[in-house]
Nanobody
Framework: QVQLVESGGGLVQPGGSLRLSCASS????????LGWYRQGPGNVRRPVAT???????DYAKSAEGRFTITSDNAKNTVNLQMNSLKPEDTAVYFC?????????????WGQGTQVTVSS
């Protein structure tokens, strides 16, 4: 069982920055992939950025060049630095962990943190 707790959301003006953090209850080196997803009003949940335990990362096109995902093995956290924020980045951001078990991959989710970009 993996518990994920997000923090760092809030209200920011367009062009501003926010840093989201997600704390894992287990050693993140044992997690195959960590990631951030977002869900705007009336939309489906979509990936924003992911990082594998090998260090490889992937970004949604909308996040490339503006967002950076990092992991901190000492603190068991995964972070999302978001710069040059736009109103369309407004959404609930969810932390995700994909764990590889003998029987397959299991996905865990945090409760989400609201990010609002507005003047």
């Amino acid at each position: 069982q993996v518990q994920l707790v997000e923090s760092g959301g809030g209200l920011v003006q367009p062009g501003g920055s926010l840093r989201l953090s997600c704390a894992s209850s287990v050693d993140i080196k044992s997690i195959y992939q960590l990631g951030w997803y977002r869900q705007g009003p009336g939309n489906v949940r979509r990936p924003v950025a992911t990082i594998r335990n090998t260090g490889g990362t992937d970004y949604a096109k909308s996040a490339e060049g503006r967002f950076t995902i990092t992991s901190d093995n000492a603190k068991n956290t995964v972070n999302l630095q978001m710069n040059s924020l736009k109103p369309e980045d407004t959404a609930v951001y969810f932390c995700n962990a994909e764990v590889n078990y003998a029987g397959g991959i299991k996905s865990y989710w945090g409760q989400g943190t609201q990010v609002t970009v507005s003047s």
